[in-house]
């Protein structure tokens, strides 16, 4: 009834129907008493649908609030033996817990916390001390500062032990994100980019819009030619480098890959240019933590938008490993990410199969 009066009405944004057109409307009319015992059917079928409704609710909450509880106790666990515990806990009901896209989505912000804090593998003595390896990024920035390749760039502030979100693991050492990379680079400004300079499949250029869960998409209208990129080579992406967004949702970020090597930071991005003695993907995990995110939505600016700047993104806290557990981080967050698409596949099957389910016994009432 509803979609033959939808079909008969007028009008885009608030269809309307006259009362001509809704007195020529036919429809089915049982006799009274049959019109009598559909309205009780209707009612008692529709109080038990409502029931239903509210004990599926119920406990759809308390499984999230188990979830929630455990993700937590897995990821602030004082020791491996607690971690260990919560992880078994979910693992045991996992199907019971894990079971709508926002729980896949939370567990994998789980996931990416406890890769961070050095929770997510074992540590290994032979990997040697991060500290070496800071060492010998400072060396590397103050050559290349010396010959003139890098501007000179003034030393951040040391993190102090209140600045300290969690202990860190034997071997890792706490850094600001500009004292880890080479540099840190802003996009070109609007002076020096406009939308004249936009050209339909040419060099890609990576603005926040491009750069979707840790990937970069192409969009073809969003491209410069070769002309324009030489005279923007200062902004040219190279392989290992982040690209990272800095307005709008904060964290979003990915790592050059030998594809985009060569494409043009866009104005609403930032480079990172990066250190061979930083694997790119771990970075990008970093940034994309919970903790590392909540600073950065935290300290920056803008009112409708968020836009991150430079000094804040400098001063971003992050534990860092060697560089060989950095490797194997990314191995296991890749590995249990996998998991956990595989799992929002067969949720998204699952859901999909059941309206299927719905659909053919409606018709067929």
């Not at 608030?14 to 006799?31: C, D, G, K, T, V």
């Not at 860092?320 to 981080?329: C, F, H, T, V």
Request: net charge positive; charged share 20%; aromatic share 4%.
């Amino acid at each position: 009834m509803r979609q033959m009066i939808y079909s008969r009405g007028k009008g885009s944004t608030f269809p309307n129907i006259s009362q001509e057109q809704l007195r020529a409307i036919p429809f089915p009319l049982p006799p009274l008493a049959e019109q009598k015992r559909i309205v009780a059917r209707v009612d008692s079928l529709l109080a038990r649908t409502a029931s239903l409704k509210e004990s599926l609710a119920a406990a759809q909450a308390e499984r999230e609030t188990l979830a929630a509880a455990s993700l937590h106790r897995w990821e602030t666990g004082a020791d491996a033996a607690q971690s260990a515990a919560a992880w078994a806990l979910i693992r045991e009901n996992f199907a019971a817990m894990i079971d709508t896209p926002q729980s896949v989505a939370a567990l994998k912000q789980t996931i990416l916390q406890l890769a961070v804090q050095g929770k997510l593998v074992a540590q290994d003595a032979a990997d040697g001390p991060a500290s070496a390896l800071l060492s010998r990024i400072r060396a590397e920035k103050a050559r290349r500062e010396a010959a003139g390749e890098l501007r000179k760039s003034e030393p951040l502030p040391k993190v102090k032990a209140e600045e300290m979100p969690f202990p860190l693991p034997a071997g890792w050492v706490w850094a600001k994100l500009g004292d880890a990379v080479i540099e840190l680079q802003t996009g070109p400004f609007g002076s020096t980019l406009h939308k004249a300079d936009y050209v339909t499949n040419g060099i890609p250029i990576v603005n926040p819009v491009n750069i979707q869960d840790g990937q970069i998409r192409v969009l073809e209208e969003m491209t410069v030619d070769a002309r324009t990129r030489d005279r923007l080579q200062r902004y040219v992406l190279g392989r290992g480098d982040i690209v990272m967004g800095r307005r709008g949702e904060m964290g979003r970020c990915a790592a050059i890959t030998e594809r985009e090597a060569g494409w043009l930071c866009g104005s609403g991005s930032f480079a990172i240019k990066n250190s061979a003695e930083i694997d790119p993907e771990y970075l990008v995990r970093v940034i994309r933590s919970p903790s590392a995110r909540q600073y950065l939505a935290g300290d920056s600016v803008g009112a409708t938008m968020n836009n991150l700047n430079h000094r804040v993104l400098a001063n971003l806290i992050l534990g860092l490993p060697p560089l060989a557990e950095q490797q194997r981080i990314v191995a296991q967050v890749d590995a249990l990410f996998a998991l956990c698409d595989g799992l929002a596949t067969g949720l998204a099957d699952g859901e999909a199969l059941r309206a299927r389910w719905v659909a053919a016994a409606l018709a067929g009432v």
